[in-house]
Each structure stands twice: as structure tokens, then as C-alpha cells.
């Protein structure tokens, strides 16, 4: 049963690998890329996510798996079908090593997507800069207000589906950031925000 599991899996993500959506808006590509990525496998394998969420500190720790063991400092979508399927067996590994998630191999792999897609955009959004060609220039307000009306549009549309996994990441950011070391940035940000939480 794990065997073929592992087997859908490695399928569907290295057909995934061979038709990146194209990208329409500015921004880093993982966070497009890593959200597409989790709804197709959600969709493609009719999963059944689950709707308990874990602590916060094991949220972290999923997160940081997912940037340690699939995004790995480059682009997703220019790893090749075979090297994505391998990462991602990677992570699902290191879930199902420590512990994080009381779920399926699917489920966790696409939980754990969710998540961090949520988690590192409004991270984005605490930032005093963001990254631009040939350097860093400081967050404006409208932006950052920009960049949570579409993480907020994205969260909302999944919760609709049952899905909470991408408002808890939101909820993680705050605890993510401060243990990067990084200053947060949080007086804009809307009171009831899943941030809050």
C-alpha cells in the first residue's frame, strides 16, 4: 500500500514537472509554483486533507523541511521531473521521520505545501525589504497590503474547499520570522488576520 502510494506520487509529481503554468504576475516563482504544485496533487489524487492543525512549533518545523528538502535555495520549476519527484520523496521522508503529521504520504506532502505557501508569503509581506533585480528595496505599504489581499483571496478560496492548511501558514509567519532573526513589520496588518492567531 506505501509502496504504491509513493508510486502516485512520484507520477503525478513528474507530470506535474513538465508543465509549469505559466507565470502572470511578478514575484518569487516557488510561491506560485509550490501552491500549484499542492493544489494539483490535492486535486489529481482526490485527497482528503485533514483539518486538525497541528502546533505552531511543528508548523515550523514543517516549513523549514520543505525549504531544506524540496526548494533547496533554486527555482522548482527548473528542476527536472526526476530530481522534483526525488525532493519531494525527500520531504515526505523527513515528515514521516520526525513525526509532523498524522495523515497519508500524499496528505502530508500537500499539507505541508500549504502551508509553507501560506506561511512564506505573509512572511514576505513582515519583510522591511523585498527582492528586486540587482538588490533589495524597502516595503511600502500599498505592496505589502497587495500581497496579503492576494494571499488573504487565496486563503479564503481554500477554506471555502475545506482546506485550512494555507491560513495556518499565514498564522505561522510571525514565529517563522522571528527565529530567522529577521525585524517584523506588523502594524498594517488587519486585526482578525489569521496572523493573529
Known amino acids: 500500500m506505501v509502496a504504491e502510494q509513493r508510486k502516485a506520487i512520484e507520477q503525478v509529481i513528474m507530470e506535474l514537472a ?10 518569487d ?5 509550490v501552491y500549484w504544485l499542492s493544489h494539483e496533487l490535492h486535486q489529481r489524487l482526490s485527497l482528503r486533507l485533514p483539518t486538525t492543525l497541528p502546533d505552531k512549533e511543528i508548523g515550523i518545523r514543517i516549513v523549514e523541511l ?18 522534483l519527484a526525488q ?3 525527500n520531504l515526505l521522508e523527513a515528515i514521516i521521520g520526525q513525526q509532523l503529521l498524522p495523515c497519508g504520504l500524499a ?4 499539507v505541508a505545501l500549504y502551508a509553507w505557501h501560506g506561511c512564506i508569503n505573509m512572511a514576505k509581506c513582515l519583510r522591511k525589504t523585498y527582492v528586486v533585480p540587482g538588490g533589495e528595496a524597502p516595503y511600502k505599504t500599498p505592496l ?7 494571499l488573504q483571496a487565496c486563503w479564503q478560496a481554500e477554506d471555502a474547499r475545506g482546506n485550512p ?5 499565514v498564522s505561522l509567519a510571525r514565529l517563522l520570522e522571528q527565529k530567522r532573526g529577521n525585524v517584523v513589520l506588523e502594524d498594517w496588518v488587519p486585526d482578525g488576520s489569521p496572523h493573529w492567531q
Open 87 to 89: 525532493r519531494s520523496e
Open 18 to 27: 513538465q508543465g509549469w503554468p505559466e507565470l502572470t504576475r511578478a514575484g
Open 29 to 33: 516563482p516557488n510561491t506560485i509554483d
Open 107 to 110: 496528505e502530508s506532502l500537500a
Open 66 to 83: 520543505v525549504e531544506q528538502h524540496l526548494i533547496s535555495g533554486s527555482l522548482i520549476r527548473r528542476c527536472s521531473a526526476q530530481n
Open 165 to 169: 492548511w494555507v491560513r495556518y501558514g
Open 144 to 150: 505589502r497590503k497587495q500581497g496579503y489581499a492576494q
